[in-house]
């Protein structure tokens, strides 16, 4: 667990942003305006939801791999349930939130009824929750009321209300983790189940909770991108079971488990939004940008030892 | 380490391996009672030629995760031989070409996941995966998103056509098969990586190299996905860049149906291929059955839960 001293990975990821912010400026003068930074705030919204749960997950020493077919059924629940009647959207809305907090708690009941790795866990329920997307919509479906959008592109006082709360569910996220008793117990858990166990801690409630607030992440992001793209579709959440990963190692959170933290995260999808930002900017193709991505994946992950961890 | 590495082959059957080949044996029976044209020869050719593929990559990946790692790049590695096979004039003398560089490819990309998950310390989750973007992005940007060009005959013949009902690319994988079972359980090798994926710190204690072991094994596991990409590009004639997408979890999930702990030791290669077999006589099953497609896709989420809760049970 890291109290006190700044954790060598926030770091890395910090100096890699204001590396890349540094680089920006240099290279375009249009890239550094404010203008296109909020836009930047905008655009890591989605990324920085998906990875707030998994990093829940991840601290716990789990996995969280079926939020992408989580993602695309409530993105078709969503748009679907609403299909354009305005009346609808408050009840659909807290609908699927409770819907995706209860799938994800059935995957973390799982793990601890099972005791079967939360990596098969989650594979195996995001097959079973991709089938069931595909039952029910094979192409978009529904629609949402005009005014919708403004949870993807609102803007208040030229500030984008997305990009916003982003930022003060983040902050809210990591006061939870670092002052309540559950949120210590995360990190416990996750730094050393036996020893969590024999402490008396609630493990089982704690990964229980960890998955549940995963699932409701996940509904957050499928709102949020059924309000982007005015529908869902079946395969509206498929890149973010794997995407999702990016930001939470890039910030500094460790698979093992029991070390990193939210803010990482948050700075992590910064640092992807930036960096697709600037590669559009210098007219990089979208398929190179998949290289740089991955080559910063590498970098972020490999700069850096884990001494814990043991071979393989 | 397990003791599963020290018994015999006789006792390792009736011991560890049992459950998933007589599951093997009820699901055939089952299907076949139930929906007879699942055992008329044409659909027992067209499913063992949908195994094949499968298969191979399941070899590679078995060996990896019996070190406790995982392989999420082989479905990339099989796309990239597949644009290979494609890249050159589509005539049979380019196919010696093609081996070449599509095993070139595969020695590389193996030994950039081995290199990092050993002397970086990088969990391979991580690094295959970020291999894997790595490639992805490198290949769109080779084939300008479009890769146009044909198979030659050879690889087609290899891919899609049989010897008195049995398909060549069966043949081929139970070649791999048998030797990649050898090198496991009979040599040198195959002892070391059980033991290190039994117990990292055990095996370095005796003084075994573990990063060449876990180099070694990622680079069978990239070999054995390129050979399979260019099966597969024989076998659906056309190319596209994401040929072999979903096989990166479907052979994880066969290495677990068939009995590979994912945490590493315990596990046969003959247990993966069954489980490789399960997976494939379960999605032809649901077909002849007439449930829609998805249902492909759900069947497959419970039944890997299940096998991975029965083992997990069981030890």
Not at chain 1, 164 to 182: H, N, S
Not at chain 2, 125 to 148: C, E, I, K, N, Y
Request: net charge positive; hydrophobic share 55%; proline share 4%.
């Amino acid at each position: 667990m890291t109290t006190g001293r700044l954790p060598t990975g926030l770091i890395a990821v910090t100096s890699l942003l204001l590396l890349l912010l540094a680089l920006g400026a240099a290279l375009s003068h249009s890239f550094i305006q404010p203008g296109n930074l909020l836009n930047v705030l905008e655009q890591a919204t989605d990324l920085a939801i998906v990875g707030l749960g998994q990093t829940v997950v991840v601290l716990t020493g789990g996995i969280d791999l079926s939020v992408g077919s989580l993602i695309s059924l409530l993105a078709v629940l969503t748009s679907g349930l609403i299909d354009s009647d305005a009346s609808m959207v408050l009840p659909v809305v807290a609908g699927v939130i409770v819907l995706g907090a209860l799938l994800g708690a059935i995957n973390g009941l799982t793990v601890v009824w099972l005791r079967v790795h939360p990596l098969i866990v989650t594979l195996g329920s995001g097959a079973v929750l991709q089938g069931i997307t595909l039952l029910y919509a094979k192409g978009p479906v529904g629609g949402v009321p005009d005014g919708f959008d403004f949870l993807a592109y609102g803007r208040v006082l030229g500030l984008p209300v997305a990009g916003v709360a982003v930022l003060l569910v983040f902050v809210i996220a990591a006061l939870l983790l670092r002052l309540t008793p559950f949120g210590r117990y995360v990190y416990a858990v996750g730094d050393d189940p036996v020893a969590a166990s024999l402490m008396g801690l609630p493990r089982r409630r704690v990964l229980v909770v960890a998955y549940a607030v995963s699932g409701a992440c996940s509904a957050l992001a499928a709102i949020y991108l059924v309000a982007r793209f005015g529908s869902g579709q079946p395969y509206t959440g498929a890149n973010y079971t794997l995407a999702s990963i990016t930001p939470v190692v890039v910030g500094g959170t460790v698979l093992a488990g029991g070390r990193g933290g939210v803010m990482g995260t948050l700075l992590g999808a910064y640092l992807v939004a930036v960096l697709n930002n600037l590669l559009n900017f210098l007219d990089v193709s979208s398929q190179m940008q998949l290289v740089v991505q991955g080559l910063i994946i590498i970098l972020a992950v490999s700069v850096v030892i884990d001494k814990r961890r043991v071979v393989a | 380490m397990s003791a599963a590495a020290i018994r015999t082959p006789v006792q390792r059957l009736l011991q560890g391996g049992t459950p998933i080949y007589l599951f093997l044996v009820v699901l055939i029976v089952v299907a076949g009672v139930a929906a007879p044209a699942f055992l008329s020869a044409g659909n027992v050719s067209n499913m063992l030629q949908q195994l094949a593929p499968l298969g191979i990559v399941v070899i590679g990946q078995t060996f990896v995760i019996l070190l406790g790692g995982l392989d999420l790049s082989v479905a990339s590695v099989m796309a990239t031989a597949a644009v290979a096979a494609t890249s050159f004039s589509g005539r049979d003398r380019d196919v010696p070409a093609i081996i070449g560089v599509t095993l070139a490819i595969g020695v590389l990309v193996g030994l950039a996941n081995g290199l990092l998950v050993a002397k970086r310390r990088v969990s391979p989750f991580l690094a295959t995966l970020a291999v894997m973007v790595v490639l992805q992005g490198l290949r769109f940007t080779w084939t300008h998103g479009a890769p146009s060009g044909n198979v030659p005959g050879l690889l087609r013949a290899l891919g899609s056509q049989t010897w008195h009902g049995l398909p060549y690319a069966l043949m081929l994988m139970l070649v791999l098969g048998a030797g990649a079972a050898v090198l496991l359980h009979r040599a040198t090798f195959g002892r070391r990586v059980y033991l290190v994926g039994g117990g990292p710190v055990m095996a370095r204690l005796v003084g075994i190299d573990t990063d060449r072991i876990t180099i070694a094994v990622y680079v069978i596991s990239a070999v054995m996905a390129a050979i399979a990409g260019l099966v597969l590009s024989g076998y659906v004639g056309i190319v596209d860049n994401f040929v072999g997408r979903g096989f990166e979890l479907d052979s994880i999930v066969a290495a677990v149906i068939g009995g590979v702990a994912l945490s590493g030791g315990r596990g046969t290669i003959g247990g993966a291929l069954a489980g490789a077999a399960v997976l494939i006589a379960i999605f032809n099953a649901v077909l002849l059955f007439g449930l829609p497609v998805q249902a492909q896709i759900i069947i497959k989420g419970v039944v890997i839960v299940a096998a991975a809760a029965f083992y997990v049970k069981r030890h």
